[in-house]
Nanobody, 121 residues
Framework: VQLQASGGGLVQVGGSLRLSCAAS???????????VGWFRQAPGKEREFLAH????????LYGDSVKGRFTISKDNAKNTVYLQMNSLKPEDTAVYSC????????????WGQGTQVTVSS
């Protein structure tokens, strides 16, 4: 299973970006993914959980650092999970990755390649 994250780029402080995550060649449902999440990792820092969304029902959970600024959503028809990022700050600069979970546990089964987000001041 390959997850593809896209939508990163260079943005100024206060700007917005929308990241997308899709499973190549298959749907999240057919892969029996129960949850899709977004993470980021900045140079020299540990990977940080940002948000996840349950494929059935759409319940969401956010990390404290992004609550109120980032929104995770999904489009079943497009088989895509989005991360809308608003009010971006320089400290949001990182490589952003998506992950998918088949079992509903704390572990993540599949990871996508990252997409770079750079916030300039």
């Amino acid at each position: 299973v390959q997850l593809q994250a896209s939508g990163g780029g260079l943005v100024q402080v206060g700007g917005s970006l929308r990241l997308s995550c899709a499973a190549s060649g298959r749907t999240f449902s057919s892969l029996r993914m129960v949850r899709v999440g977004w993470f980021r990792q900045a140079p020299g820092k540990e990977r940080e959980f940002l948000a996840h969304i349950w494929w059935t029902g759409g319940s969401t959970l956010y990390g404290d650092s992004v609550k109120g600024r980032f929104t995770i959503s999904k489009d079943n028809a497009k088989n895509t999970v989005y991360l809308q990022m608003n009010s971006l700050k320089p400290e949001d600069t990182a490589v952003y990755s998506c992950a998918a979970d088949q079992h509903g546990t704390s572990a993540w089964d599949y990871w996508g390649q990252g997409t770079q987000v750079t916030v300039s001041s």
